[in-house]
């Protein structure tokens, strides 16, 4: 079956900087996709970032814009979220989602719904000391 798994989570300081990864198995979503959204303790799940299926087009939540940065290798069926600069109110769960229409395209605001994407990964807890 299609897993998503998240690594790189962990503990930083602020100012500090993370790598998430992630991993896809079951099928290639190298023509699909892929975005991060987090969710901390009492806030509902939000958008951080989306990846278009070519790599060409990348969409930020104004909240990381310039500190944020989400790739793809789409021969390892992997995206990646460099984090930098980051700050005690990064700290969440974050999540790797994919859509699954193949070819699918949308605008920032499509992207940004957590209804566009049809998979999803168990979650990497990142958390931000001050």
């Known amino acids: 079956q299609v897993q998503l798994v998240e690594s790189g989570g962990g503990l930083v300081q602020a100012g500090g900087s993370l790598r998430l990864s992630c991993a896809a198995s079951?099928?290639?979503?190298?023509?699909?996709?892929m975005g991060w959204f987090r969710q901390a303790p009492g806030k509902e799940r939000e958008f951080v970032a989306a990846?278009?299926?070519?790599?060409?087009?990348?969409y930020y939540a104004e909240s990381v814009k310039g500190r944020f940065t989400i790739s793809r290798d789409n021969s390892k069926n992997t995206v990646y979220l460099q984090m930098n600069s980051l700050k005690p109110e990064d700290t969440a769960v974050y999540y790797c989602?994919?859509?699954?229409?193949?070819?699918?395209?949308?605008?920032?605001?499509?992207?940004?719904?957590?209804?566009?994407?049809?998979?999803w990964g168990q979650g990497t807890q990142v958390t931000v000391s001050s």
């Open positions: 989602a994919a859509n699954g229409y193949t070819g699918y395209s949308a605008s920032y605001l499509g992207y940004s719904q957590p209804a566009t994407y049809d998979y």
């Open positions: 079951g099928r290639t979503f190298s023509r699909n996709p």
């Open positions: 990846i278009s299926w070519g790599g060409g087009r990348t």
